[in-house]
């Protein structure tokens, strides 16, 4: 699984030609990787908002509390996972559109590799400097939606004028379930699991 992560990373159009060749039961296998890739950055934030903490100007650090921030990381993982197994669906379900050979699975092991920039640049969050974070995340974000654009055509085997149309309604999909994760932010925080700010 490392050399797929690093091929997708060192060169993107290679390692998804090599991926899209795997039979079936091969990405079944891959799935289960994603399910602990998606703890990185749920355990990167429990680590640096309780341990750390966050500085604003030349304040002190900011932190949380370790009891109020568990169910704040786990939701985090759950709102990744949540994100793999609804676009993952999404890309299965519009696959009829533009003829493309796929299963559930395969479009959850899809944004899974898509998706493995954001994974590690989550480590980062275990050490919260927040200018850096934004760039890193902003850099694992585009990469991500790189590697959809390159490997649409290649992993559902369409061509490439539908691969851009498929993967920019991926895209879409993915834009609509961020700003749904926002909304629930934000009334989990209020009314579910609102952070506890320690002095």
């Known amino acids: 699984m490392l050399g797929h992560i690093f091929g997708l990373l060192h060169d993107p159009q290679a390692e998804w030609k090599k991926i899209a060749e795997f039979s079936d039961e091969a990405l079944k296998r891959m799935s289960i990787y994603f399910i602990f890739l998606g703890m990185i950055p749920a355990?990167?934030?429990?680590?640096?908002?309780?341990?750390?903490?966050?500085?604003?100007?030349?304040?002190?650090?900011?932190?949380?509390?370790?009891?109020?921030?568990?169910?704040?990381?786990v939701l985090f993982y759950f709102a990744l996972m949540g994100a793999l197994v609804f676009i993952g669906l999404m890309v299965h379900w519009m696959s009829k559109t533009y003829s493309a050979s796929t299963h559930a699975y395969k479009g959850f092991v899809f944004m899974g590799l898509c998706s493995t920039p954001v994974f590690l640049a989550g480590a980062?969050?275990?050490?919260?400097?927040?200018?850096?974070?934004?760039?890193?995340?902003?850099?694992?974000?585009?990469?991500?939606?790189?590697?959809?654009?390159?490997?649409?055509?290649?992993?559902m085997k369409v061509p490439e004028d539908l691969g851009f149309l498929y993967a920019s309604a991926v895209f879409a999909v993915a834009l609509v379930y961020?700003?749904?994760?926002l909304v629930a932010t934000v009334l989990l925080w209020e009314y579910v699991a609102a952070p506890v700010f320690t002095n």
């Open 43 to 73: 355990i990167g934030f429990y680590i640096g908002t309780t341990q750390f903490g966050w500085t604003i100007g030349d304040g002190d650090p900011v932190r949380i509390t370790e009891s109020s921030a568990i169910p704040l990381a």
């Open 124 to 155: 980062l969050a275990a050490y919260p400097i927040w200018w850096l974070d934004v760039v890193i995340a902003t850099a694992a974000c585009s990469y991500a939606i790189r590697l959809i654009y390159l490997g649409i055509p290649a992993m």
């Open 178 to 181: 961020v700003v749904a994760v």
